[in-house]
Nanobody, 116 residues
Framework: QVQLVESGGGLVQPGGSLRLSCAAS???????MGWYRQAPGKQRELVAR???????TYADSVKGRFAISRDNAKNTVYLQMNSLKPEDTAVYYC???????????WGQGTQVTVSS
C-alpha cells in the first residue's frame, strides 16, 4: 500500500500558476501516476497521468496549460498548472496504479480555487 499526500493547492487569480505535489510513502517507479479533479456537483475526471516510462496523457481541457512530471528518486509526482481558468477550480487528487484503468488508491486531495 502506498500513501499519497497532495500539497500546493490554494487560491489563485485567473491566468496564474500553481504547482501541485504528490508525495508517496514509498517507491512509485513501477506505477502509473495520475492527477484527477472533482468540482462541486461533478464527477471526478482525469486531468493527467504519467506512465512508469514517462509517457503522458492529458485531458483536452488542460492540454498546453498543464504538465505532469515525476521524480522517482523523491517518490513525488508534480502537476504544473499555468494559465489557470475559473473552470479549473476543483479538488485535485493524486492516484497510483499498475495500469491506467486500475487505480489502487487516492490521496486526500488539495483544493484549487481560481478566482479574482
Amino acid at each position: 500500500q502506498v500513501q499519497l499526500v497532495e500539497s500546493g493547492g490554494g487560491l489563485v487569480q485567473p491566468g496564474g500558476s500553481l504547482r501541485l505535489s504528490c508525495a508517496a510513502s514509498r517507491t512509485i517507479s513501477m506505477y502509473v501516476m495520475g492527477w484527477y479533479r472533482q468540482a462541486p456537483g461533478k464527477q471526478r475526471e482525469l486531468v493527467a497521468r504519467i506512465s512508469s516510462s514517462g509517457s503522458t496523457t492529458y485531458a483536452d481541457s488542460v492540454k498546453g496549460r498543464f504538465a505532469i512530471s515525476r521524480d522517482n528518486a523523491k517518490n513525488t509526482v508534480y502537476l504544473q498548472m499555468n494559465s489557470l481558468k475559473p473552470e479549473d477550480t476543483a479538488v485535485y487528487y493524486c492516484s497510483y496504479g499498475y495500469t491506467a484503468s486500475m487505480i489502487m488508491d487516492w490521496g486526500q486531495g488539495t483544493q484549487v480555487t481560481v478566482s479574482s
